[in-house]
């Protein structure tokens, strides 16, 4: 089996792997979303202290979960996230590992958080299909990463600046929604009938680069929130229904130039927005007028999980990428590479 541990942000998450068939055997994570939501945001070193203190509780349940005398003797290998992420929390992911590499003379696989999110959508898989493509929507990113096979990937997109999930929450705290936004805000844009959405203006309309971008739009949502006050609960899911609509109009419009310039057989959707229901039909007809498979992970593995880092590290145990535990350490940026061509 493959241990792996998650704790680049706010969820702690632990799970076993198959090596054999890529088969999840557990999996469990504690979100630390309650202890946040006061703050209207992570507070890095409050999740780092709270990794610190579930962690250990989820090393003693898949210890339960293995059983017998010497419950850590299936284990193979030990996979983590040490990078992107917060570096505070990184840690504590690292500081475990190393401690379980050494008393069990195991060896450690990186894995990078991105990589993590494209393997989601292969748990439980076998065999991780390429090439493939992959737009991530998530707290932290905003960006679409091709992979010719699982040693030959690059970003060719990205945000300008504020990522799509960090958007969610803003707009959910302008409108004093709670944290996280994501949810509410979807919830919230649901009780808008069609066609009564706020307008607000589509992001980077009238630019041909390949890049995202959601600080304007965030902007126009500050400015309407402003006018509109005191908002009833009306006004408030017209504005979520129009930034959720033309944030996904700006996501679509800027996949659609991309589907039209590569060669694509194939079409992911990952990472914690990819849970949004609106956002996946959308992509899902954009996908479907292009003739183009669409993946999708399953909703519970949208958001940061170990068993992605697990289905990741199962790549990385069969192309025996270790590391040394003495000298690995953590970095919060990606090790993926800016690609300015695509590769497909």
């Known amino acids: 089996m493959l241990l792996s541990i998650e704790s680049s942000c706010d969820d702690s998450s632990l799970a076993l792997t198959r090596l054999e068939d890529c088969k999840l055997l557990w999996h469990a994570k504690i979100s630390q979303e309650a202890e946040h939501s006061a703050h209207g945001g992570v507070v890095p070193e409050l999740a780092s202290r709270l990794h610190a203190h579930n962690l250990p509780l989820l090393l003693q349940k898949a210890k339960a979960f293995l059983g017998g005398k010497t419950p850590f003797a299936p284990l193979k290998a030990i996979a983590l996230t040490t990078r992107p992420g917060l570096a505070i929390t990184l840690l ?50 905003t960006l679409i990463i091709e992979a010719r096979d699982p040693t030959n990937m690059g970003i060719i997109a990205q945000s300008l600046d504020d990522s799509l999930g960090e958007s969610f929450d803003k707009v959910a705290r302008m409108l004093g929604l709670g944290y996280p936004g994501g949810p509410v805000v979807e919830k919230l844009a649901c009780l808008c009938p069609a066609g009564e959405e706020y307008p607000f203006p589509l992001p980077l309309r009238q630019k041909s680069a390949l890049a995202f971008s959601f600080s304007g739009l965030k902007n126009a949502v500050r400015l309407a929130v402003a006018k509109a006050q005191p908002l009833s609960q009306e006004l408030q899911a017209q504005i979520c229904a129009g930034f959720q609509t033309t944030a996904c109009a700006h996501l679509l419009h800027k996949v659609r130039a991309y589907l039209q310039s590569a060669r694509v057989e194939r079409f992911g959707l990952v990472g914690g927005v990819s849970a949004n229901t609106y956002i996946r039909t959308q992509l899902e007809n954009l996908c479907a007028e292009f003739g183009i498979e669409l993946l999708l992970a399953p909703l519970e593995f949208c958001t940061d999980n170990a068993a992605m880092i697990g289905r990741a590290g199962v790549m990385g145990y069969q192309h025996a990428e270790f590391s040394d535990v003495h000298t690995l350490d953590i970095s919060p940026h990606t090790e993926i590479p800016q690609s300015a061509d695509s590769i497909l």
Not at 96 to 118: E, F, Q, R, T
């Open 92 to 141: 504590e992911g690292l500081m475990m590992a190393k401690a379980l590499a050494l008393s069990l003379n195991l060896p450690l696989i990186s894995v990078d958080h991105l990589k993590g999110h494209l393997y989601s959508l292969f748990i439980n898989q076998p065999c991780a299909r390429f090439p493939l493509s992959v737009l991530l929507v998530s707290g932290g990113h």
